[in-house]
């Protein structure tokens, strides 16, 4: 049951974060984004590690899409702190990405090459629906993809390792969640 609430909270507020870039409103995923990290937070019996696994996740995501803006691979409608900067909507749905790699994504752990697959694939799969939805544009599709697809084969991995030192779930949540993950 965690690992679904953790998905679906996820899925939820990633929803919400593209709708409101969408219908210029990009405020709305920053908000869907603190009330789901701190239902979150609330969760974890050592929050200090989370909210550290919170601020990496956001700042090398703010680094990963501002590139692909910066390389005018991506544009997005709202949000934006200077043209070659990504939106800051865009950074809280990494922080909220952060929140599933120690409970729904918990299984990826020492799986790398999974990882990696599972970011070559997911990766570009959840920009081309954010495109679909009306929140960002692939200017150049084929290098927005490629770029995607190797930037995120690359991260998921260091992610899932990031994820395992900056552990902050309750310990017998924790071992529920790797019962059920293995």
């Known amino acids: 049951m965690v690992l679904l609430a953790n998905a679906v909270v996820f899925q939820i507020a990633w929803l919400l974060s593209v709708i409101g870039g969408a219908q210029q ?24 590690e989370e909210v550290l696994l919170v601020l990496c996740c956001g700042m090398i995501g703010a680094g990963f899409d501002s590139f692909l803006v910066a390389a005018g691979w991506v544009t997005y409608k709202a949000g934006l702190f200077s043209e070659y900067f990504a939106p800051y909507w865009i950074i809280t749905m990494w922080m909220l990405f952060a929140m599933t790699l120690n409970v729904s994504m918990r299984w990826l752990r020492g799986k790398p090459k999974l990882a990696a697959v ?65």
């Open 25 to 48: 409103m990009p405020w709305l995923g920053p908000v869907a984004a603190v009330i789901a990290l701190a239902l979150h937070l609330r969760a974890a019996r050592r929050p200090f």
């Open 118 to 182: 599972l970011g070559f694939y997911g990766g570009p799969a959840s920009y081309i629906a954010g495109q679909a939805l009306g929140g960002i544009v692939l200017v150049n599709q084929f290098a927005a993809l490629t770029a995607l697809a190797i930037g995120w084969a690359v991260m998921m991995p260091m992610l899932m390792r990031l994820s395992e030192n900056l552990d902050g779930m309750p310990g017998r949540r924790r071992n529920w969640i790797v019962e059920r993950s293995q």
